[in-house]
């Protein structure tokens, strides 16, 4: 069981800082009124990063993250 919490440790930090990283990308190119340069908006549109699913996949991911660290904490007692 420790191994399987582990694996989601470490899934979870991975896909948290993907989602991070993808999210500054879009909050930069927007507070520079940049097109989105992910693909987040059809036809090269400036969009507010905080109504995109990169945004809500990061909140997710980083609230998961969380929940996952206080069952390693837990594990480890």
Do not use: H
Request: charged share 15%; net charge positive; aromatic share 18%.
């Amino acid at each position: 069981m420790k191994k399987l919490i582990l694996v989601q440790f470490y899934v979870l930090l991975f896909g948290t800082l993907f989602a991070l990283i993808n999210f500054s990308i879009e909050l930069r190119d927007w507070l520079n009124y940049e097109p989105c340069s992910l693909g987040c908006a059809p036809g090269g549109q400036v969009v507010n990063p905080f109504i995109t699913p990169c945004f809500y996949g990061a909140l997710f991911f980083l609230i998961s993250f969380v929940l996952s660290c206080f069952i390693l904490k837990k594990s480890k007692k």
